[in-house]
């Protein structure tokens, strides 16, 4: 155990926090002692908090501290009256103590009959006492009192970090020092450390996960570790989760001390997930983490990878970071934050109804602002670990079709063929049967943070205006609360937040030129009607970092939707982005189908045409044979994505793509609608980064957040995670969607063993 303190010399800071005690004289090292000895109950400090370790400890008090340290700490009689002692009077304060320690052969009196418990504590009688806590007798010693206690303790190192001598008075930090060497010896005959003999365990190298208050799966009175579950008490300091470090337990299951390793921690707060990557909110500032998928994460009792993990975070989580000396992201933790809401803003009361702090950050609709910014039915959330305002205005006006499970005991509603979690029970009782709404009226549901429903409003609140990617229409059958069918026209719209949005429409545009272009939709007595948008003047390369693209600005958490049109022959794909994938991409009329400004000037939304070769998928190719002779054209594909296989026959067509050759595919109406090869990057890499490789030049190349990286071995080709990715033991070739300088992005990587 002596290796414990070794590991936590600079932690004194963590320690005086833990234990509640001011090391005033301590050195680093013992202020962790004194604490570890004060969370055992053996050696605490006064009251005022102070160790004053040069104060010498009497023969009284170090019968109360052999004690403590005893397997018999829990057989004192504070009222027992008995005198051990003429001078120890059972008024004593120490009589019990001395009794009990008289009683097991662990302390003597002097020959006079007296114990003398105010005299000081002599360096060869305390070391005697605790030799037989250990479990030797005189047999042990030998006859050379005190010098045969003295070399038998050297050996077994009870005097490790001492330097008092015989006939020496202890002082309050010799008995300190050599209390700390006692629980880190062996008694005499074993292998274990004298911890466990008092019925403590030292269990070595674990990570806090959670408590019931960072994840209700865990049972009350409970912490979560990587060891298994341990008791707590009230008293159990959670700013610890998430840190890893050295338990100490009383009778194997009850934490009594907990000492963190030096720690490169990292706090975030979760603001959105998307497309396997996490936004995080810290110091003001959205930002994607940088972590690699396979990354080891705790959630709650579970332990699983960051990718895994991603799908389960909700706004205002909390992300501890755990990183090593490389900067490399060790471990992470996640645990629920404390997020208040939803709250429909109807006039001032949702401030007392959230109970929200002075001086607060407003984020509405992913642009941060102040309080005056928030409108009428907007859905506001209120964070106290990020002292923010989270306001949300996306509305979907549409026909109220269905209930699910029923009217009176709802979960889910279906409005214009887009079934909604209900979140609230505000919009429960609206569109319950005791709500004022009935199947086949017009409605708009107010959407919260997580596109559930958060609240109702009525035919008023429907006119605005909503701008988007006209993906589909047309007729569909729709059933009223009477149960009769009827048609009605309908539209799906996806905005730049990349969510798809289904209205009533006032007529049919399936045939309307407006179809697979951006349009602006109006509403009117509840039913959408569209105008098409053209494209947008606007020029510039984008800079992510300093966001800006030209003349323009971005705004914090601008919404980017990338659009692939679709055509006669299918419906064309989407994606939403983030700033950090328009980097070094040239921004112009010909990519650009609409921006929108916020109050402050700056793009808060951006749909784009294909510009940045996110709507496909990438892959390589495992087996090509194509037909191409007389009018029987056809093909015969199986191609690889990220590990998973898929197969494809082709009737009427062919793509001109090989074995072993990696590619872009286009998945429309769930159908390949193109096949194409990548460009194969020629550069030599010296080295692998988060998210580059670096050429010998020093040139990097940026990989896209799901790079597939491939391990060739003959004909074979197995994913290989990007940890383990190493020009040292591969030689890599880097295939891309298009030129580096203008924002590509390498999609696919070989690997071949050297």
Not at 164 to 193: E, F, H, I
Not at 201 to 220: M, Y
Not at 250 to 257: H, I, L, M, R
Not at 707 to 715: D, E, L, P
Request: hydrophobic share 35%; charged share 20%.
């Amino acid at each position: 155990m002596k290796r414990f303190i070794i590991k936590i010399g600079a932690l004194t800071l963590c320690f005086l926090m833990l234990f509640n005690i001011t090391a005033f004289g301590a050195t680093t090292g013992e202020a962790e002692i004194a604490g570890l000895l004060g969370q055992l109950s053996i050696m605490n400090g006064y009251p005022d908090g102070e160790l004053r370790l040069e104060q010498p400890v009497t023969r009284a008090e170090f019968s109360k501290i052999t004690v403590a340290a005893s397997p018999y700490k829990n057989q004192v009689a504070s009222s027992m009256a008995v005198s051990p002692f003429a001078d120890v009077n059972y008024r004593h304060w120490a009589a019990p103590y001395v009794k009990l320690a008289v009683s097991n052969k662990l302390v003597t009196g002097y020959p006079d009959a007296t114990f003398r418990p105010d005299q000081t504590v002599l360096f060869e009688e305390a070391v005697t006492i605790y030799l037989r806590l250990l479990g030797y007798t005189n047999d042990d010693f030998g006859y050379s009192w005190p010098y045969g206690q003295i070399g038998l303790a050297q050996n077994i190192g009870l005097l490790d970090n001492i330097s008092v001598t015989t006939g020496t008075a202890m002082s309050r930090r010799d008995v300190m020092l050599l209390t700390y060497n006692l629980l880190t010896c062996s008694p005499k005959g074993s292998t274990a450390d004298y911890l466990e003999s008092i019925q403590y365990k030292l269990v070595e190298d674990i990570v806090l996960i959670a408590t019931s208050k960072e994840d209700p799966s865990v049972n009350p009175g409970k912490v979560s570790t990587t060891a298994g579950q341990y008791r707590i008490d009230d008293s159990f300091n959670h700013d610890l989760i998430g840190m890893r470090g050295d338990a100490i337990l009383k009778n194997g299951d009850t934490v009594v001390s907990f000492v963190p390793y030096t720690q490169n921690l990292e706090e975030y707060v979760v603001y959105s997930t998307l497309n396997n990557a996490v936004v995080t909110y810290k110091d003001g500032n959205l930002g994607q983490l940088d972590i690699d998928d396979d990354t080891m994460a705790y959630v709650g009792t579970q332990i699983t990878t960051y990718k895994a993990a991603i799908a389960g975070m909700e706004m205002g989580d909390l992300i501890s970071v755990q990183r090593d000396s490389r900067g490399e992201a060790e471990y992470i933790t996640v645990r629920g934050g404390s997020v208040t809401g939803p709250v429909i803003v109807r006039n001032d009361a949702w401030y007392t109804e959230l109970s929200v702090n002075e001086n607060i950050t407003v984020i509405r609709d992913g642009v941060k602002g102040n309080t005056t910014d928030i409108e009428t039915y907007d859905v506001v959330y209120y964070s106290p670990d990020l002292n923010m305002v989270l306001a949300y205005s996306q509305k979907v006006t549409g026909i109220y079709e269905s209930a699910y499970p029923n009217k009176d005991q709802l979960t889910q509603v279906t409005v214009s063929g887009v079934t909604y979690q209900v979140e609230s029970v505000d919009a429960f009782n609206a569109l319950s049967s005791n709500g004022g709404y009935n199947f086949g009226d017009t409605v708009t549901l107010l959407l919260g943070k997580n596109g559930e429903v958060a609240g109702v409003a009525g035919p008023s609140a429907a006119e605005h205006s909503v701008m988007g990617y006209l993906q589909s229409a047309g007729v569909k059958q729709y059933t009223n609360q009477a149960g009769d069918i009827y048609s009605n026209f309908y539209i799906t719209v996806v905005g730049a937040d990349g969510k798809a949005y289904e209205y009533a429409a006032k007529r049919d545009y399936s045939d309307s030129t407006a179809l697979h272009n951006v349009v602006r939709v109006n509403f009117s007595n509840g039913l959408a009607t569209v105008a098409t948008l053209k494209s947008m003047d606007i020029y510039g390369t984008v800079n992510a970092e300093a966001k800006t693209a030209g003349g323009y600005r971005f705004a914090d958490g601008v919404n980017i939707l990338d659009v692939i049109p679709g055509d006669g022959t299918h419906g064309g794909a989407y994606a939403s982005v983030f700033l950090q994938q328009l980097n070094l991409v040239t921004l112009s009329n010909s990519n650009v189908l609409y921006y929108g400004l916020n109050r402050a000037g700056e793009i808060d939304e951006l749909i784009l045409k294909n510009a940045t070769g996110e709507c496909y998928q990438y892959g390589i190719v495992t087996k090509a044979t194509s037909n191409t002779g007389g009018t029987n054209i056809s093909g015969s594909y199986s191609y690889d994505v990220a590990g998973r296989i898929n197969n494809l026959v082709s009737s009427g067509k062919t793509f001109n793509v090989r074995k072993g050759q990696p590619v872009q595919i286009l998945v429309a109406d769930g159908k390949v609608q193109s096949m194409k090869g990548l460009t194969k990057l020629s550069a030599t890499y010296s080295k692998v980064t988060g998210n580059a490789l670096v050429t010998a030049g020093g040139t990097e190349h940026m990989l896209s957040d799901d790079v597939v990286i491939y391990k060739k071995v003959g004909y074979d080709f197995t994913v290989l995670a990007k940890s383990e990715l190493s020009t040292a033991k591969y030689r890599i070739s880097a295939y891309c969607d298009r030129a580096m300088d203008r924002g590509g992005k390498i999609r696919v990587i070989i690997a071949e063993a050297k």
